[in-house]
């Protein structure tokens, strides 16, 4: 499943979740997460931490 953080969609950056793994960006400026790691980001970004 990708999700674009945009209205648009296709333009802007995306989330890409690809079995056990997350990617965040677009192009070569894209990051690749585990799934443990993505889990942990969302619940400090819940938290406020980030």
Do not use: H
């Not at 999700?3 to 070569?28: Q, S, T």
């Amino acid at each position: 499943m990708k999700v674009y953080l945009c209205d648009k969609g296709g333009c802007c950056p995306a989330v890409e979740f690809d079995g056990d793994n997350v990617r965040i960006g677009e192009d070569e400026n894209t990051a690749v997460l585990t799934k443990e790691q993505w889990n942990i980001m969302v619940r400090k970004i819940k938290a406020g931490e980030l």
